[in-house]
């Protein structure tokens, strides 16, 4: 090869190298400002005295968030995809509308989420924020506030186990892992997403939206296809004067599926660039109790899910039952049975995307 030539081989391979070493530094540096933002999204729920009222877990995995320090994984390859160590699982989802100043965490959206690995089945069930539950620290009251409650009587960590512990009681399934994340939190993720696309079944016009200066505002939504900013869709999945809050839980569950398949489209759950973007834009917005290993489980198994085959129940009008004030109302017993068993595959459903 002349001299020339080996010169010029020399320097593109020197020039692709440093190309190669510049991207796997940039990439193990969002890695690790990512691992650093998920850190301080991770709470560990209060070692209470609940255990007697939670339901057995199908599942006798322990999740290592809860049982010691978590480990460091590494940044997962395509070859090394992990997959879910429990057979079933379940992941409560908490929204809360808590302004800043706010003592009271209340959670306003309540969404169960069930994965099964074996068969790739997911559900969820919504639960509206007055229903009227018993506390298994004790008490009785709305389940919207069995987080706050928990977190002023045990401390930071409280709320979430109570919440957990709540729920699964209602339900009679174990809890595993939660997720809470602020309004505010909801609303940027959106926004970097760039949007997100929402089929609206029905116009909506709600002539009292409240705003986080405690006013109000009318809004409206027309029907059909539509892409929504943060600040849209928040608006769309909280608003709830033109029909209820059942209602509410229907638009929530379409907002979720929505930002799902945003994921999907934009390949989050396949690579790793850009990844501090997100969690640095959520961080101060969220908690869990996941852990680095179940965070990484559950991402490699959504890869699989397809949006379409996702099943979705609630506990709505038609299947609750008025108490007398001051409480609220609570789930007829037959019909939560009928439901949970839908929603946990225990019985056969015809519920689909719906």
């Known amino acids: 090869m002349p001299f020339f030539s080996r010169r010029l081989v020399i320097g593109v391979a020197i020039t692709l190298s440093l190309i190669v070493a510049a991207t796997m530094l940039r990439l193990a540096l969002e890695w690790r400002q990512a691992l650093a933002d998920i850190d301080s999204m991770i709470v560990t729920p209060a070692a209470i005295d609940l255990a007697a009222d939670s339901p057995a877990s199908e599942s006798q995995t322990v999740d290592s968030t809860t049982s ?95 919440a957990k512990s709540t729920v699964g009681r209602l339900v009679g399934v174990k809890v595993d892992n939660f997720v809470l994340i602020n309004f505010q939190g909801f609303q940027t993720l959106i926004d970097q997403l760039g949007g997100i696309t929402v089929n609206v079944p ?43 809050d059942f209602g509410r839980n229907q638009r929530q569950q379409l907002v979720l599926m929505a930002i799902f398949n945003r994921i999907r489209e934009r390949g989050l759950l396949q690579q790793l660039t850009s990844l501090d973007d997100y969690t640095g834009a959520m961080r101060g917005y969220v908690q869990t109790d996941m852990s680095h290993s179940r965070m990484l489980e559950v991402a490699s198994f959504a890869r699989s899910i397809s949006p379409d085959d996702v099943l979705r129940y609630a506990i709505d009008s038609s299947t609750i039952i008025d108490l007398r004030s001051p409480a609220t109302f609570a789930a007829e017993p037959a019909a939560l049975k009928r439901i949970v068993s839908q929603f946990t595959g225990a019985a056969v459903s015809t519920a689909g995307g719906k």
């Open 202 to 244: 029905e116009a909506i016009y709600d002539p009292a939206y409240p705003t986080a200066d405690y006013g109000t505002v009318e809004v409206h939504f027309r029907p059909g296809a539509q892409t929504l900013n943060g600040e849209r869709a928040l608006i769309y999945a909280r608003t709830r004067h033109a029909d209820s």
């Open 68 to 162: 010691g320090q978590a480990p460091q994984p590494q940044a997962p390859g395509p070859e090394a995809a992990p997959t879910l160590s429990q057979e079933s699982m379940n992941i409560l989802l908490l929204g809360t509308d808590a302004r800043p100043g706010d003592e009271t965490t209340r959670t306003d959206a309540i969404v169960l989420v069930r994965i099964e690995r074996d068969s790739g089945r997911v559900s969820m069930l919504s639960l509206p924020r007055d229903l009227w539950v018993s506390y298994p620290s004790g008490g009785e009251g709305r389940v919207n506030a069995a987080f706050a409650i928990g977190e002023k009587r045990f401390g930071l960590g409280g709320g979430a186990a109570l």
